[in-house]
């Protein structure tokens, strides 16, 4: 049923992992100018460990957290076993490097990266993304973080963007709220090289259209592998270009208070909707590591209602809906209209 | 199998609360001395309403939110229907008032309270509590708020508070922290006049070892009804005095910094277990009015930890375990030794 990984996947991905881990704490250091990751190795009774690595306080980055793990057991969770049998009995293997930036400027954005492998037995799989959570967005920028990702997607085949740009739409997506959490990026999981590349945000997940149309992409191990490469690899290129481009614009108390409120739907997103953030809490996973994404200041105010047209309202009638940032004119327009092309 | 409430149950329990609701609000707007409660009217498309209440910037509430709720509607969501199957295709009623307060200080508590009763045909159900959530406390406050609460709880009967105290820590428990909320005060649910008084925090709930030996308890409606009146009433006279004693401390940056950081304790419990938060969010609540809870400023720390033998650790190596705060000598001697008795 499952196509044979290679021999050494493991060291394979565990390699790559560690590689963007490193990638990127460097990238992030230099940008930074001040700040520096401390790091905190921590090994798993039951098998592996991680390195956990924070920047606090940093010219750029109120707080920067990457995390690098690799676990191992015998015995799997009832909750995976009951979504691929075929796991059950045996030893598994779970890698993974994840991070959450929180930068001091508001007009700077939030962002998160995840990509993870998974093995146990036959059974295999390939997990990631990225996204970003602006307060004060620009179209150019929201533009340029979906462009590099929609070119290293495609770098692997040329139709699967369609698949995990909506995909993140739907994941990244407080019910309660009825917002997105922020404008998007790129969302995959458990792919595993069979055809519906689309596999749902949970067992009875919908395909969106888009996705629907071209749910017949056969990517094997090796393409999958590629594919957390090139995503990974774009991480830096769509980001750093937009802190150079916000990072000097001064902002208010005001603006500054929206940020903290804003951090509050993050929060909200992570604890409330997020299945790695619950099922780590729920599973005895290393609680400090895993609430590293939470914002190092948050902030809720009851009834709160931005003024109509302000460019704090134009967040929710815009940004935090899904929308086609890279072709709808519409949306270019309205952005030049209200001073937030450019 | 269930005793039949009297006629006028949902006016008698509605009013009470609705009256629960003016007097606490009453009488913080004059303690604090400054803020005024702001109120929101609303109105539910299925049935019902409420009306929501909230303090904010006082000079000893930083936020203090007062909400009731009187919702009815004609279909049960499947959670309750599958708990209680006698209530399939009544139409329901429940009604609730509850509060959480944020005082600015941080030697005074955050402090929570609930009471909430529920009807569908035949089936009917009180329940409620109020919990203390301390940063630097001390233990005289601790027991003055638990004996209030019991003397309210033993007028009703001698026992029931040998099971609502543990009821109450099992409950605000944060298993991924391995820490209570705060020292507790009382907790129950399903309270439906059956004789085993403990129903537990879940289906599955297993009756801690302080219940089991008294579930031959039998309270009537007007037991029920009246343990509500009696506990909700002593709210005030077992926080006030806290308050009254703990203002004149004057506190520092790195105290109001440690309130903050275990303020993302509360949000944690709130977002990650608390049932009631959880079930309004996933089923179209009104989001401000669930979300009220939340603190109006938060802060996330990775790694942090409290100097040895510090105020800050005793925090977490006492008082957010449960303990026998009435009655353990030892508890005492400790708060006497560590200048936190009184």
């Not at 940093?58 to 009951?82: C, D, R, T």
């Not at 070119?151 to 997506?173: G, L, Q, R, S, T």
């Not at 919908?206 to 749910?215: E, G, N, R, V």
């Amino acid at each position: 049923m499952f196509e044979k990984p290679p021999k050494n996947s493991r060291e394979k991905t565990k390699n790559l992992l560690l590689e963007l881990q490193d990638e990127i704490c460097a990238g992030l250091e230099d940008t930074d100018g001040k700040g520096k990751f401390i790091e905190d190795s921590w090994e798993r009774k039951e098998g592996g460990g991680g390195r956990s690595r924070v920047l606090k306080d940093g010219l750029i980055f109120e707080q920067a957290g990457v995390n690098f793990s690799e676990v191992h057991g015998k015995k799997l969770p009832p909750s995976i076993i009951s979504q691929r049998p075929e796991a059950e009995g045996h030893e598994w293997f779970a890698t993974g490097t994840s991070m959450v930036l929180h930068p001091k400027n508001p007009f700077i954005p939030t962002v998160h990266l995840n990509y993870r492998y998974f093995e146990a037995g036959p059974v295999w799989w390939f997990g990631g993304g990225a996204d970003l959570t602006p307060f004060y967005p620009y179209l150019t920028d929201v533009r340029h973080f979906h462009k590099e990702h929609k070119n290293a997607c495609e770098k692997v085949h040329k139709d699967i963007h369609k698949v995990f740009k909506p995909w993140c739409d739907e994941y990244f997506f407080l019910k309660h709220r009825n917002e997105s959490r922020g404008i998007g990026g790129i969302f995959y999981d458990y792919q595993d090289g069979s055809d519906n590349i689309y596999k749902g945000n949970n067992k009875k997940g919908k395909a969106s259209a888009a996705s629907k149309k071209i749910d017949k992409i056969n990517l094997n191990w090796n393409d999958l592998f590629s594919l957390a490469e090139n995503c990974g690899k774009s991480f830096l290129p769509s980001y750093l270009p937009i802190i150079e481009k916000r990072v000097k614009i001064k902002f208010t108390k005001e603006e500054r208070e929206f940020q903290l409120y804003r951090r509050g739907r993050y929060v909200e997103f992570n604890l409330v909707w997020d299945r790695g953030t619950i099922f780590g809490l729920q599973t005895n996973g290393r609680t400090e590591s895993i609430l590293m994404s939470l914002p190092p200041l948050s902030r809720w105010e009851y009834g709160y209602k931005a003024k109509q047209g302000s460019r704090e309202e134009l967040l929710t009638s815009i940004f935090t809906k899904p929308q086609d940032w890279l072709n709808d004119k519409k949306l270019e327009e309205l952005c030049i209209k209200n001073q937030i092309f450019d």
